[in-house]
């Protein structure tokens, strides 16, 4: 049976409805409405009865602002019978009642009391009803504020997680993951589950369910009370995840604008809410917001806000949070790498600890990131070099290796294998040959792509570090001989004796090959001054660099000499 018919029916039964009843059409759905019981309970029908006895009323109540459902609760009440309020509810009736002026001056044991008691005394004392009727207020937002239905709400919600913050959900577990570890990646970030015995009221609902328009003004009060920034944190991670990681992840095609709005809304909301205090925030989950921002043309506030606070805890990134796919039609490379410099700016500008430690960290990183990004044809040599120019200036003085920023050369050169000899030469200065490991200088002799000059480079350096490790063993050997055994005393002097000889030799021979080299280097170059490499085959040049490789032959040669430079695990001394 439809509401028009249960209302117009009972009515009929009960008060012989004659045709002088009011007739309305509330939102496309027909009421008809005895006259003097509408007139015994709202003053605002009584006075326009009054003024107008004997006609139609439908063009004057057909703006009442609310909906059928609510009106014929109303309507319900006015004709006396039984009406169920509830936390979806109360709030538009309170609004109508308010409007149709249903209040004790006019009549005893009016509706707005009746419905007062029941939001006062049944939905204030719960957390779950209190975020249900604060929802369904959405969309007569104005007049419940101005009825203080609001203010009475969020005051509701605020005391309840003044004395219990895990109201707003349990904080984030701020866990290490690495690229390759799906597991936890899943399981990163979520909040702890606490069972909570004998409490029928326990979180069935959340903030999530309010809208921006709501969430945002009683988070930014709880901020002001002092809620702990951890519960707060959790609660922003649980409504970005609703409202918008879950649509820009792909789970929809095609959202619509509106929808689309909604998100960017919220996004840069959620921004402006975020604490400022370091570790509260995952920085896995501030690169997925500034990643979503990004897709939905936030405002350039928000994504600026998002890449400060990623700088300022960049230590603690891995290389997946700096992969942030770039945007637009007229994209060039496949990240986003001026985000990532911006980035980088933020952190070196705001590091004022005196340890380098943190910044040794960094340089790791953006080495692997380019070490990732470089096998993007379309990434432009000038990107980069600024990029790894970033990492070697704030890292200078510092013992850090260079294998990972020769792997990622190595890389480059390989996918961008149209790279004139200038280029090639402007790509290998940004690496710093004395602080390669033996691996990787064994790898580079060999590695074709590299300029000539460089290759030669790495021969001084290995050459300069066997000479310190002879000068060492010269000068350590006494000492260390002495905390021998007595009896292994000799031994150990012909053992240490020998290995100073053999390196002495191997130094000698290392030095006249690069002598050679030298020299053949000065033949090509003057060869190919005269025009001379024009007139050579195939054949010529390929031995050539046969030729080469033989000279450096003073080293253990590779069998794939294309492979990548493996990273290598440094563990500290037991």
């Known amino acids: 049976m439809s509401k028009s018919k249960s209302i117009g029916s009972s009515s009929r039964k009960l008060m012989h409805a004659s045709s002088s009843d009011v007739q309305l059409n509330i939102c496309g759905l027909p009421f008809s409405l005895n006259r003097e019981l509408l007139a015994a309970r709202s003053s605002k029908l009584a006075a326009l009865l009054k003024e107008n006895p004997e006609d139609d009323l439908s063009h004057l109540l057909g703006d009442i602002p609310t909906d059928s459902e609510t009106f014929e609760i109303v309507a319900r009440f006015c004709h006396g019978f039984d009406i169920n309020l509830s936390s979806e509810n109360v709030i538009k009736v309170l609004c109508l009642a308010h409007y149709l002026g249903m209040s ?104 999530t369910l309010l809208s921006i328009t709501l969430y945002e003004p009683i988070i930014r009060a709880m901020v002001h009370r002092k809620v702990p920034l951890e519960y707060v944190a959790s609660s922003l991670f649980h409504y970005l995840n609703k409202w918008v990681f879950s649509d820009t ?151 850090r290796n260079s294998d990972d920023m020769y792997r990622a050369i190595d890389i480059y050169l390989d996918k961008h294998r149209f ?13 710093d040959c004395s602080k390669m490991s033996p691996e990787a200088c064994e790898h580079a002799a060999q590695n074709e792509k590299l300029p000539v000059r460089v290759m030669v480079q790495i021969l001084f350096s290995v050459q300069l570090k066997l000479k310190d490790t002879v000068s060492k063993k010269i000068q350590g050997g006494p000492d260390n001989r002495l905390l021998k055994l007595e009896d292994d005393e000799e031994d150990a002097r012909g053992t240490s004796s020998n290995e100073e000889e053999m390196m002495k030799a191997e130094m000698e021979k290392m030095g006249s ?11 090509m170059k003057r060869e190919i001054q005269r025009g001379g490499s024009q007139h ?39």
């Open 536 to 574: 050579k085959n195939q054949k010529g040049k390929t031995s050539i660099w046969k030729e080469m490789k033989r000279k450096l032959g003073c080293m253990t040669s590779l069998h794939e000499p294309n492979c990548h430079v493996k990273k290598k695990k440094v563990h500290p001394p037991k």
């Open 104 to 207: 004790e001056i006019h009549s005893t044991n009016n509706l707005t009391k009746k419905a007062c008691f029941y939001f006062q005394n049944t939905v204030l004392p719960s957390w779950n009803k209190s975020i249900k009727a604060l929802k369904s207020a959405e969309n007569i937002l104005q007049q419940a504020a101005d009825l203080g239905l609001i203010d009475a709400c969020a005051e509701s919600i605020i005391a309840k997680v003044m004395h219990d913050p895990s109201l707003l959900g349990e904080p984030m577990r701020n866990v290490t993951t690495t690229d390759d570890d799906s597991e936890n990646d899943e399981n990163a970030y979520k909040p702890n589950v606490r069972r909570r015995l004998f409490v029928l009221d326990w979180k069935s609902e959340d903030l």
């Open 419 to 431: 790279l004139t000899d200038w280029e090639r030469e402007e790509v290998c200065r940004v690496l």
């Open 513 to 523: 090959k690069v002598v050679e080299l030298e020299k053949e280097c000065d033949t």
């Open 249 to 399: 992840k792909g789970e929809e095609d095609d959202p619509s604008t509106y929808e689309k709005n909604s998100q960017r809304v919220i996004i840069e909301a959620v921004e402006r809410l975020l604490p400022q205090e370091r570790g509260l925030i995952p920085i896995s989950l501030l690169s997925q917001m500034l990643q979503s921002a990004i897709i939905l043309d936030a405002h350039t506030e928000c994504k600026t806000g998002l890449e400060i606070r990623i700088g300022k805890h960049l230590d603690q990134a891995t290389v997946k949070d700096l992969l942030i796919p770039a945007r637009g039609y007229a994209k060039e490379e496949r990240y986003d790498t001026e985000s990532v410099k911006r980035i980088l700016k933020n952190f070196y500008s705001n590091y004022a600890s005196t340890d380098k430690s943190g910044l040794v960290v960094v340089a790791e990183l953006v080495d692997n990131f380019l070490a990732e990004v470089s096998s993007d044809i379309d990434l432009k040599l000038n990107t980069f070099l600024s990029l790894a120019e970033l990492s070697q200036a704030a890292t200078g003085g510092t013992n």
